[in-house]
């Protein structure tokens, strides 16, 4: 995630201050005030766990709001460049790669052909950015309702901008569910990219057997593949939004992928299920190799290489550790309705 080299102070004529929540107990200014105590994100309601970052230096680059929303374009010694919304961190220059390669990827990779992909959400246009690397594509579609945060991060996160400006892409500024529900067009692959949504607990929408059911499916074309970002899922954060999701979408769908991989912003391993309903021999795990999927991304990739995916780690991301494995396998309130 990158942005103008022109100075943060004189594009915003103003001289930003990072205050309560987004920086505790200490005043940080634009020009970057040394410091040593380490600058707190707010923690998820439902782990009660904060994250801190050690830092000598944070600026504030760029500020804007959406609807209920504070947008802060910060940077830091540590992460380079962090997009933080309402003190919570949604993405850092040094690893957000991980993230959107993780959520996009895998699922275009088992598609045979996909041509168009639905995103809900994906304000940030990292998502977009890495459908658009595929060279099938032909339509992409995000879906969002958040107009302002969608400006802000076209005109700052220069990483996107070219993704921002493709023909492919059509931008929708609508509530993404709604606009599924009401939608008839079909497509090969649906993201669920809606971050705000995970920090919730996974028993509203849009994570109940009803919303796949009835809006996912559908809306999804013969051999279509669903996938979406399923929350935290280390040792000690997977019970929850992710093994929810997950066994909802088993219940759904007749197969099934989970997955997962560590973001060190976040500090902690990040979990994504993909479904589809038709038979892909490729969510089977015994018909995959390492160097299948190193062929399918030579193959299907613009460049040929992704910066965090090969073959060996798609491979890996889908094994888990003993306690997760459990969790997953033992779930009983599976959310049914809306």
């Known amino acids: 995630m990158e942005i103008p080299s022109k100075n943060a102070e004189e594009e915003s004529g103003e001289d930003l201050q990072l205050d309560v929540p987004y920086h505790e107990g200490q005043n940080?200014?634009?020009?970057?005030?040394?410091?040593?105590?380490?600058?707190?994100?707010?923690?998820?309601?439902?782990?009660?766990?904060?994250?801190?970052?050690?830092?000598?230096?944070?600026?504030?680059?760029?500020?804007?709001?959406?609807?209920?929303?504070?947008?802060?374009?910060?940077?830091?010694?540590s992460l380079g460049k962090i997009l933080v919304i309402n003190g919570k961190l949604l993405s850092a220059e040094k690893d957000e790669f991980i993230l959107h390669e993780c959520l996009v990827h895998p699922a275009l990779l088992f598609h045979?052909?996909?041509?168009?992909?639905?995103?809900m959400g994906g304000a940030e246009g990292s998502s977009a950015r890495e459908v658009l690397k595929h060279r099938?594509?032909?339509?992409?579609?995000?879906?969002?309702?958040?107009?302002?945060?969608?400006?802000?991060?076209?005109?700052?996160?220069?990483?996107?901008?070219?993704?921002?400006?493709?023909?492919?892409?059509?931008?929708?500024?609508?509530?993404?569910?709604?606009?599924?529900?009401?939608?008839?067009?079909?497509?090969?692959?649906?993201?669920?990219?809606?971050?705000?949504?995970?920090?919730?607990?996974?028993?509203?929408?849009?994570?109940?057997?009803s919303f796949y059911e009835?809006?996912?499916?559908?809306?999804?074309?013969?051999?279509?593949?669903?996938?979406?970002?399923?929350?935290?899922?280390?040792?000690?954060?997977?019970k929850g939004t992710f093994t929810s999701i997950y066994q909802t979408l088993n219940s759904c769908f007749q197969y099934v992928r989970p997955y997962h991989a560590h973001v060190p912003s976040y500090g902690d391993t990040v979990g994504w299920v993909m479904a589809s309903d038709q038979t892909n021999l490729l969510l089977e795990p015994s018909q995959c190799s390492i160097s299948l999927f190193d062929g399918l991304i030579i193959i299907k990739i613009e460049g040929g290489q992704l910066q965090y995916l090969n073959g060996a780690t798609i491979m890996a991301s889908s094994l888990f550790n003993k306690i997760v494995s459990s969790g997953m396998m033992n779930v009983t309130d599976i959310p049914k309705e809306d």
């Open 28 to 77: 940080v200014e634009e020009k970057g005030q040394e410091n040593d105590e380490p600058f707190q994100f707010k923690g998820s309601k439902r782990s009660g766990l904060r994250r801190s970052i050690k830092t000598k230096r944070i600026r504030v680059l760029r500020k804007g709001s959406s609807k209920s929303k504070d947008i802060r374009l910060l940077e830091t010694e």
């Open 112 to 119: 045979h052909n996909p041509k168009s992909v639905f995103i």
């Open 136 to 209: 099938t594509i032909k339509k992409v579609v995000m879906c969002t309702d958040d107009k302002e945060l969608v400006n802000f991060c076209r005109t700052n996160l220069t990483k996107n901008k070219e993704a921002f400006r493709r023909e492919e892409l059509h931008l929708v500024f609508k509530d993404a569910i709604g606009e599924l529900e009401k939608s008839k067009e079909k497509f090969d692959v649906i993201v669920g990219d809606l971050e705000q949504h995970i920090e919730e607990e996974a028993t509203v929408m849009p994570y109940t057997q």
């Open 214 to 238: 009835k809006t996912i499916k559908p809306r999804l074309n013969p051999m279509g593949i669903f996938v979406t970002m399923a929350g935290p899922a280390g040792v000690l954060t997977h």
